[in-house]
Nanobody, 126 residues
Framework: QVQLVESGGGLVQPGGSLRLSCAAS????????IGWFRQAPGKEREGVSY??????YYADSVKGRFTISRDNYKNTIYLQMNSLKPEDTAVYYC?????????????????????WGQGTQVTVSS
């Protein structure tokens, strides 16, 4: 069974850091690119970051603060989040897209992602 499980969310103060993990099972991540998305109540889901085989993209709102990485040996994707702001509060999801669907810095968040995790809550508050 194809499955993605996010973890690492929690409550953090503004300016703090969290590292989210996205663990895959039932398939190997080296065949896929991964996107991180987030959704807050009353807001549309938005793309946060993307990692392919040798390419990364970030939403303007997180550039310089978040770093996406992958460990294919562990079949896991990470999102290191630094300098967190209250506006980062949301449920964060990871999702897969085949590498053959080529991404750019303008289209990566709107590609058709096939598999999604159930999300992990990130709350940034003092």
């Amino acid at each position: 069974q194809v499955q993605l499980v996010e973890s690492g969310g929690g409550l953090v103060q503004p300016g703090g850091s969290l590292r989210l993990s996205c663990a895959a099972s039932g398939f190997t991540l080296d065949n896929y690119a991964i996107g991180w998305f987030r959704q807050a109540p009353g807001k549309e889901r938005e793309g946060v970051s993307y990692i392919g085989s040798g390419t990364t993209y970030y939403a303007d709102s997180v550039k310089g603060r978040f770093t996406i990485s992958r460990d294919n040996y562990k079949n896991t994707i990470y999102l290191q989040m630094n300098s967190l702001k209250p506006e980062d509060t949301a449920v964060y999801y990871c999702a897969t897209v085949p590498l053959r669907r080529k991404a750019s810095d303008t289209n990566w968040s709107t590609l058709k992602y096939d598999y999604w995790g159930q999300g992990t809550q990130v709350t940034v508050s003092s």
